[in-house]
């Protein structure tokens, strides 16, 4: 694996509309990041990962732009936007932009043409079909239910493409000059001076053709979008073909949502020559995640499902590339609400939670509030619920039978929501996030929970945080941390994740994934012990005692 700039940094992303608000209007904004940088820096992070800021309607939060070259004035200008790439760059810091080219918003001009001819060239931008009375193109699902399919407004015999909500139509990739202007936006943004991008959903820009059913899997007698997915080829050359016009000219970071990659395909992803830097690791998200649904999906992983699951992605990936690994982003549960029971969870599991994560191979990616460990919030009532995937996963649990409580709370641990509400600065008002009414709810936990308390206490998470990342740059360590093999040890014993990090130096990761103290038998003599959760790792020869919960990193021999 070919060295790079960014494989030695530690990545953030922030959610503009919950980060901080400068304006009192209760949603954040691009001036209220700019004015968090030095808390950022002071964090340690180097790669800062915007959610959409474009022009947008926000029928999905921003994932349906209507316009990829303005800033949607929620967020504030270009102006701002200019000054916040100036600023973080004064840092040594890099912005990312969200890369969101599957569809667009319907309000978007192309669209709006689409509409007035259908026939023309715009309408070759989109999936638009003939509509006949009661059959579809095909049977698959959006992923937010019901029919990819839709009536085009206007025009009673046709009906566009969407595998995301109503108004998120399809892009069609198969066109060219569609690819065009996709890259030229991208070079755009770049020759501005973005570090690069996030790419989302970015799998479903290939889709199978000619059209065609798939064996249903729900009553509706529609088909998951999955097998689609995995019976479409030829998305490499799409992929490849944006690299060589955009991201590698300009030596951009990039890092893809990925999901259903074939192991051959890695190298052509994240190999040296790869469509992207880097992939995030969606094994342990996915885990437990059922077809019908939200409601029959498993709500905690144990701790022997989480360490199947991260040592099956350092075993796929090996040296081939940099994996980006995670255990929260703005589509997923908190981390520590998932993979925690409620019972355990303290300050010191998610502690040990974000240090085995942190000290993988690979690039280490941390989401807003990760830092002070934020948690699921909590809901009474589907009316307080703004993420609309879960409120068609509510509708579906309805559907299989279950009563409405039953159903919120069988759907609710999966909210995108938990993820999205304010950023807990203080116990004030709004939490310190707005000076208005919050644009989302609170999590009410933000009177305990917050950065301001956090700053203030030695052994904070926030100061844990701070810790991994300072290992990870320092000159000693740097490079077993960051290029070090990840090898597993004593794999079989139950709640014990375990790993080396083998390089110039050995480093070895323990975490006592239980309550009960337990010995483990240390592979050679400790010289150090450069992190611990709990303060007083006892180390007696080549025996580690390990209090419950405890999570050490120590340099050994």
């Not at 950022?40 to 790669?47: A, H, P």
């Not at 316009?67 to 967020?75: G, K, L, N």
Request: net charge negative.
């Amino acid at each position: 694996m070919k060295k790079q700039w960014w494989h030695d940094k530690t990545a953030y992303q922030i959610y503009p509309k919950s980060f901080f608000d400068s304006n009192g209007d209760g949603i954040g904004d691009l001036p209220g990041i700019l004015s968090k940088l030095d808390y950022l820096k002071e964090l340690g992070v180097d790669i800062l990962w915007l959610s959409p800021i474009y022009q947008s309607p926000l029928a999905d939060q921003g994932y349906d732009i209507s316009d990829y070259y303005a800033i949607d004035p929620r967020f504030g200008t270009m102006e701002d936007m200019e000054t916040l790439i100036a600023e973080a760059k004064k840092r040594d810091m890099y912005i990312l932009m969200d890369l969101v080219v599957n569809h667009c918003s319907d309000e978007h001009e192309w669209f709006q043409k689409a509409i007035q001819d259908p026939d023309g060239e715009y309408g070759n931008f989109f999936y638009i079909e003939d509509r006949k009375e009661g059959e579809l193109p095909c049977n698959w699902r959006s992923y937010f239910g019901g029919s990819v399919w839709e009536p085009l407004p206007g025009h009673p015999d046709k009906q566009y493409m969407h595998v995301f909500h109503k108004k998120q139509p399809d892009l069609n990739w198969e066109n060219e000059q569609v690819r065009q202007e996709v890259y030229k936006n991208i070079n755009w943004w770049l020759d501005k001076g973005l570090g690069g991008f996030r790419i989302d959903a970015i799998i479903n820009i290939k889709k199978k053709l000619p059209l065609r059913d798939y064996p249903s899997d729900r009553a509706d007698g529609l088909s998951s979008l999955g097998d689609m997915l995995a019976d479409a080829t030829g998305i490499g050359e799409f992929l490849g073909e944006m690299a060589r016009e955009t991201f590698h000219p300009h030596e951009a970071f990039t890092v893809g949502e990925v999901f259903n990659e074939k192991d051959e395909e890695i190298k052509d992803f994240i190999g040296d020559d790869g469509y992207f830097s880097s992939m995030f690791d969606f094994c342990e998200t996915s885990f437990g995640k059922s077809a019908k649904g939200a409601y029959a999906s498993q709500q905690h992983l144990t701790p022997e499902e989480y360490k199947a699951c991260i040592f099956k992605t350092q075993k796929r990936i090996g040296d081939i590339g940099m994996i980006s690994n995670i255990i929260e982003n703005h589509d997923e549960p908190r981390g520590v609400s998932h993979y925690i029971l409620p019972e355990d969870l303290c300050d010191a599991t998610k502690k040990l939670l974000g240090g085995v994560n942190f000290m993988l191979r690979g690039l280490p990616f941390l989401y807003q509030g990760q830092e002070i460990g934020m948690e699921n919030t909590t809901v009474s009532s589907i009316e307080e619920v703004d993420d609309i995937s879960m409120r068609n996963d509510y509708a579906v649990a309805l559907e299989a039978g279950l009563g409405e409580e039953e159903a919120l709370q069988a759907v609710v641990h999966f909210s995108r929501d938990n993820a999205r509400t304010p950023m807990q600065w203080n116990d004030g008002e709004n939490a310190g996030f707005t000076t208005g009414k919050p644009w989302l709810a609170l999590n009410p936990n933000y009177k305990e929970i917050n950065v301001e308390r956090q700053l203030q206490e030695p052994d904070s998470v926030f100061h844990f945080y701070q810790k991994l990342i300072a290992l990870r740059k320092n000159p000693e360590y740097k490079e077993t941390v960051v290029y070090g093999e990840c090898v597993p040890y004593l794999e079989e014993v139950e709640n014990l994740i375990a790993y080396l990090r083998k390089g110039e130096k050995t480093l070895l990761v323990l975490a006592n994934f239980q309550k009960e103290p337990r010995k483990v038998e240390l592979p050679g003599e400790v010289k150090e012990v450069l992190i611990d959760n709990l303060d007083g790792a006892v180390i007696e020869g080549k025996t580690a005692e390990l209090k419950g919960y405890q999570f050490v990193v120590l340099a050994v021999r």
